[in-house]
């Protein structure tokens, strides 16, 4: 499986490449959650993870109804941690720009009917 991984990476452009593609998707959703009125980071910019965007509206069931919205949508996997709660967006390697494209989208459709 490593090797796979590898040989996939290296297709793609190599490192320089994945980190690219991180900083890219990962400033798509903060720069959404910064612009946004209803999103927030509650992490210091400095200590940003490119890989696992954390976020929340500080209510945990308009949290819920957010992950639901989200679900419904095909946008899976963004409940938070059990202790923490709020939403996690990982946004690993293989994850294209485009499903950080459509969980903006989301985060701004649903943001409208608050």
């Known amino acids: ?18 980190e690219r593609r991180a900083i890219v998707r990962s400033k798509l ?5 910064d612009a946004s009125k209803l999103f ?3 992490v210091a910019v400095a200590d940003r993870s490119r890989m ?10 308009i949290d819920a109804a957010f992950v639901k919205f989200c679900e419904e949508r095909g946008l899976k996997s963004l409940k938070g941690h059990r202790v923490r709660g709020g939403m996690r967006a990982s946004v690993y390697n293989a994850m294209p720009q485009a499903g ?6 989301a985060m701004r459709e649903f943001e409208q009917t608050r």
């Open 29 to 33: 959703l903060y720069d959404a959650i």
């Open 100 to 105: 950080a494209v459509a969980l903006v989208a």
């Open 40 to 42: 927030k980071a509650p």
């Open 1 to 18: 499986a490593t090797a796979l991984t590898l040989k996939w990476i290296k297709a793609q452009g190599g490192l320089p490449e994945m």
């Open 52 to 61: 696992n965007v954390v976020f929340d509206t500080g209510n945990a069931d």
